[in-house]
C-alpha cells in the first residue's frame, strides 16, 4: 500500500526504519529557525523533500514529506484549518483555485497541508498566492490517451471530464472523525512525466507534471502502483493528498 514517504522513494514499513530515516536524513538537512521552532529541511535532486521539525527544546515532533517540482496554481488562501493531532509546526490551509486573468470566477475549494507552514507567520489571510502542489497518489488509473480515457466515460452518467477536481477530503460522512483532509479526487492530463531516483534510498518513483481543472500538479506516484511513467498525453486519475509550499504571495485580499 503505498504511503506518503514511499511516493518518494523511501520504503518506511516500521518504527525502526522510520527512526534510521530520520537519523540520516537529520544529518544532512539545512535548519530552518522560525518563531515556533525549527525545521531540519532534506531535499534531493529527484525533487524528493523531507522537513523535519524540532521544538524550540530540540526535540523532534514531526516529519513531513514533500516534492519539489515546476507545477504552478493560482490559489486564494482563506485560512488556516487546525486538526486535533497537529503540532505547532503542522499546517493546513483552505484555499480556492482561482481564475486566470481575465476569467470572472473561483474554481473550487480545496485544503492543503504545508510542510513549512511556520516560515509563512506573517502571512496575512486572506490573500492569493501562486503554489507548488505535490499530489501523492493514493489510488491511480493511468490512460494512454485523451481518448482512452473517454472511451471509459462512454456507460457513465455523469460522465468525468479530463480535467477535473473534486475536493473529497472536505466531505466528511458519518462515522469520519469530522476533520477535513487535504484529499481530492483529481483527473488531469500529462504535460511532462518520468523516473526519478531518491538519492538516499536509491529506489525509484515516478513523476508527472498534470494538467487538471484550474491549475497544474507535481503528481508523485510510489513504484508499486505503475511500471513506467504516465505518458505525456494520456491523463491520470485517482485519489490524491495535497502538500504545497508558497512560491508568491500577494496582497492581503488581492487577487494576484
Not at 485519489?239 to 504571495?249: I, Q
Request: proline share 7%.
Amino acid at each position: 500500500m503505498p504511503n506518503h514517504f514511499s511516493s518518494i522513494g523511501f520504503e518506511v514499513t516500521d518504527a525502526s526504519e522510520f527512526a534510521a530515516l530520520v537519523e540520516r536524513t537529520a544529518a544532512l538537512a539545512t535548519p530552518l529557525e522560525t518563531s515556533s521552532g525549527t525545521y531540519l529541511l532534506w531535499e534531493d535532486p529527484s525533487g524528493a523533500e523531507l522537513w523535519l521539525q524540532l521544538t524550540r527544546r530540540r526535540e523532534l515532533i514531526g516529519v513531513n514529506p514533500h516534492f519539489s517540482g515546476p507545477a504552478r496554481l493560482r490559489a486564494h488562501l482563506t485560512n488556516q484549518v487546525h486538526r486535533s493531532r497537529s503540532t505547532e509546526l503542522d499546517g493546513v490551509f483552505h484555499a480556492w483555485a482561482e481564475p486566470e486573468p481575465g476569467e470572472a470566477h473561483r474554481v473550487y475549494p480545496f485544503l492543503f497541508d504545508c510542510p513549512c507552514r511556520a516560515a509563512y507567520d506573517a502571512l496575512a489571510l486572506p490573500g492569493s498566492a501562486i503554489l507548488q502542489v505535490a499530489a501523492f497518489a493514493h489510488e491511480l488509473d493511468v490512460h494512454a490517451s485523451v481518448e482512452a480515457f473517454e472511451q471509459t466515460q462512454a456507460a457513465r452518467d455523469p460522465k468525468i471530464a479530463a480535467r477535473s477536481f473534486v475536493p473529497a477530503g472536505l466531505f466528511r460522512s458519518e462515522g469520519d472523525n469530522d476533520e477535513p483532509q487535504s484529499t481530492a479526487a483529481l483527473t488531469g492530463t500529462v504535460l511532462e512525466s518520468g523516473r526519478r531516483i531518491n538519492g538516499l534510498s536509491a529506489a525509484p518513483f515516478y513523476w508527472a507534471r498534470v494538467a487538471s481543472l484550474g491549475g497544474e500538479y507535481d503528481v508523485v506516484i510510489d513504484a508499486a502502483l505503475t511500471s513506467e511513467p504516465p505518458p505525456v498525453g494520456g491523463v491520470v486519475s485517482g485519489l490524491f493528498w495535497l502538500s504545497a509550499k508558497l512560491v508568491r504571495a500577494a496582497e492581503p485580499g488581492a487577487a494576484s
